[in-house]
């Protein structure tokens, strides 16, 4: 007798169990290799960065005397440049020495050092700013610090001026009750409680006894003589 198509298999048997096994013993061997490269990868990016910069900084060192130099002689040239403008291109006997009067280059070390300072990066961005300042106030985009400052006390001062203040209607005395904006809530209050003053109700005592009264007068009974003539006044 075969076994029916639909049964599943039991996931109790040893196959099954031992594939599990394996599976499972696969799967952690994978994250022990996956932290264990992770963790190399770390260490050699870290030393890869590391002799990057060892390595930029030898450049550094390499290069700054080279650099000093070069900025050196193109301070001297510029130099020499200013002394030739300064003094008549052609030899005369105004000029017995040539155009740069026998001096020798040692004697230009003040003016150079003076045109390294004024290349400086930071110098450099300083005026820059500097020029784009005055280039504003020329054309109107900036205004100068005591016009702002005589403006923004023109403003303030016609913020803070006096103000009329507004008046509340009194029901039994009209408009006579001048009221502040900058009053506090305690004025404020004392106020309205002056202009209603004339609206409040009698004390309880007095109703009673109005009371009273009204319903005494409710039950005596006029002569028939002193009734009124209701109609004759109809006619």
Same mark, same amino acid.
């Given at each position: 007798?075969?076994v029916?198509?639909?049964?599943?298999p039991? &996931?109790?048997?040893?196959?099954?169990?031992?594939?599990? +096994?394996?599976?499972?013993?696969?799967?952690k061997?994978?994250? $022990?290799?996956?932290?264990?490269? +992770?963790?190399?990868l770390?260490?050699l990016? @870290?030393?890869?960065?590391?002799? $990057?910069?060892? =390595?930029?900084?030898k450049?550094?060192? &390499?290069? =700054?005397?080279?650099?000093?130099?070069?900025a050196?002689?193109?301070?001297?040239?510029? /130099?020499?440049?200013?002394?030739?403008?300064?003094?008549?291109?052609?030899?005369?006997?105004?000029l017995?020495?040539?155009v740069?009067?026998g001096?020798?280059?040692?004697?230009?070390?003040?003016?150079?050092?003076?045109?390294? @300072?004024?290349?400086?990066?930071?110098?450099?961005?300083l005026?820059q700013?500097e020029?784009?300042?005055?280039?504003?106030?020329?054309?109107?985009? $900036? $205004?100068?610090e005591d016009?702002? +400052?005589?403006?923004?006390?023109?403003?303030m001062?016609?913020?803070?001026?006096?103000r009329p203040?507004?008046?509340?209607?009194?029901?039994?005395?009209?408009?006579?009750?001048?009221i502040?904006?900058? @009053?506090?809530?305690?004025?404020? =209050?004392?106020?309205?409680?002056?202009?209603?003053?004339?609206?409040?109700?009698? /004390?309880?005592?007095?109703r009673?006894?109005?009371?009273? +009264?009204? @319903?005494?007068?409710?039950?005596?009974?006029l002569?028939?003589?002193? =009734?009124?003539?209701?109609?004759?006044?109809? /006619?």
């Amino acid at each position: 007798m075969g076994v029916p198509a639909n049964t599943l298999p039991d &996931l109790q048997e040893p196959r099954f169990r031992a594939l599990d +096994k394996q599976l499972t013993r696969n799967r952690k061997g994978n994250i $022990i290799y996956n932290t264990i490269t +992770k963790g190399q990868l770390q260490i050699l990016e @870290k030393n890869v960065d590391k002799e $990057i910069k060892s =390595l930029d900084y030898k450049h550094m060192l &390499l290069t =700054l005397r080279l650099t000093k130099k070069l900025a050196y002689v193109r301070g001297i040239q510029k /130099s020499l440049k200013k002394q030739r403008e300064r003094r008549f291109v052609e030899d005369s006997a105004d000029l017995p020495f040539g155009v740069y009067g026998g001096r020798p280059l040692y004697s230009y070390r003040y003016e150079v050092d003076q045109i390294i @300072k004024d290349k400086h990066p930071r110098v450099r961005r300083l005026k820059q700013v500097e020029r784009y300042m005055a280039n504003g106030k020329i054309r109107g985009r $900036i $205004i100068d610090e005591d016009d702002a +400052k005589r403006q923004f006390k023109m403003i303030m001062d016609d913020f803070h001026k006096p103000r009329p203040t507004p008046r509340r209607e009194s029901p039994l005395h009209g408009f006579t009750t001048k009221i502040s904006r900058l @009053k506090s809530d305690e004025t404020m =209050l004392s106020c309205y409680a002056m202009s209603s003053s004339g609206l409040k109700l009698p /004390s309880i005592t007095t109703r009673k006894d109005n009371f009273q +009264k009204m @319903k005494k007068c409710a039950t005596l009974r006029l002569p028939e003589d002193k =009734l009124p003539n209701i109609q004759g006044r109809q /006619s």
